[in-house]
């Protein structure tokens, strides 16, 4: 999956569990926003939109969008 198909399922409501360096990660949406989560201590993140994670979430210190090409869907 490329960034621009993933970023365009997101807008259109679902949600995504993955898994990023030995880490379970899960993407989840509500009215409120988007949230990045790392279910091991849920850390989360929150984010306004699709556009808003994708430029300043991250995951293991390193911006989104470059881990995400690692990502095993």
Do not use: C, H
């Not at 360096?21 to 993140?45: A, C, H, K, M, P």
């Amino acid at each position: 999956m490329t960034i621009e198909e993933l970023r365009e399922r997101l807008i259109n409501g679902e949600e995504f569990v993955f898994d990023f360096e030995n880490d379970e990660y899960w993407i989840s949406q509500n009215v409120e926003g988007i949230f990045l989560t790392r279910v091991e201590g849920s850390v989360t993140q929150e984010f306004k939109s699709v556009d808003e994670l994708f430029e300043n979430g991250t995951i293991n210190s390193r911006p989104f969008k470059e881990a995400f090409t690692t990502f095993y869907f």
